[in-house]
């Protein structure tokens, strides 16, 4: 199976500052079909997941500009170019090129 | 707007069953991969099993081969999972999740709580 790896799994962050989560998978996330399957989720306290990211860098509907997704090959980021107090949560990667696997989840809080 | 309403979970004795229930709307059911992904208490996620479109193809976690079978119902915008033989291990919240065209996991449910205990 692929791993995926999250650090940091805590995140304390100021408010307005920008904050950075990274996810290592274990073998090369790109497909034979050419995409690479690597998604970001935000699940908020108490709520469902919501997925932010898909295939890297795409930005899903009605997601804020802030968040921006990059990386290629088994490293990859997630940042925010300026934390709310809506952003608080737990972030997990997900691949999906080797079946699915997920990362353990890092926890965003503020400071 | 899309909806995913799951029903279904409750407290159960280990050695089990349950059968889980997701209710679809606002799209058109029949044309997109549907999963599971459950959440142990203050635990992570995990995948659980995924149905192609036309049911004719199906996939599980290692953890639940075997004990779990997921289907769908086109015609009633249903997607299910029946879960036998069921152990501590498999509590959890259980979301049904819905793929987007050639992505995972667009979509997500409220949930439902499973309990396996004595």
């Known amino acids: 199976d692929v791993v995926m790896t999250q650090s940091p799994l805590s995140l304390p962050v100021t408010l307005g500052q920008p904050a950075s989560i990274s996810c290592r998978s274990s073998q090369s996330l790109v497909h034979s079909d050419g995409n690479t399957y690597l998604n970001w989720f935000q699940q908020r306290p108490g709520q469902s997941p919501r997925r932010l990211i898909y295939?890297?860098?795409n930005r899903d509907s009605g997601v804020p500009d802030r968040f921006s997704g990059s990386g290629s090959g088994t490293d990859f980021t997630l940042k925010i170019s300026r934390v709310e107090a809506e952003d608080v949560g737990v972030y997990y990667c997900?691949?999906?090129?080797?079946?699915?696997?997920f990362g353990q989840g890092t926890r965003l809080e503020t400071k | 707007e899309v909806q995913l309403v799951e029903s279904g979970g409750g407290l159960v004795k280990p050695g089990g069953s349950l059968r889980l229930s997701c209710a679809a709307s606002g799209f058109t059911f029949s044309t997109y991969t549907m999963n599971w992904v459950r959440q142990a208490p203050g635990k992570g996620l995990e995948w659980v099993s995924s149905?192609?479109?036309?049911?004719?193809?199906?996939h599980y976690a290692d953890s639940v081969k075997g004990r779990f079978t997921i289907s769908r119902d086109n015609a009633k915008n249903s997607l299910y999972l029946q879960m036998n033989s069921l152990r501590a291990e498999d509590t959890a919240m259980y979301y049904c999740?819905?793929?987007?065209?050639?992505?995972?996991?667009?979509?997500w449910g409220q949930g439902t709580l499973v309990t396996v205990s004595s």
């Open positions: 295939k890297v860098s």
């Open positions: 149905v192609v479109s036309s049911g004719s193809d199906v």
């Open positions: 997900m691949q999906g090129t080797h079946w699915i696997t």
């Open positions: 999740a819905r793929d987007g065209y050639g992505d995972h996991f667009e979509h």
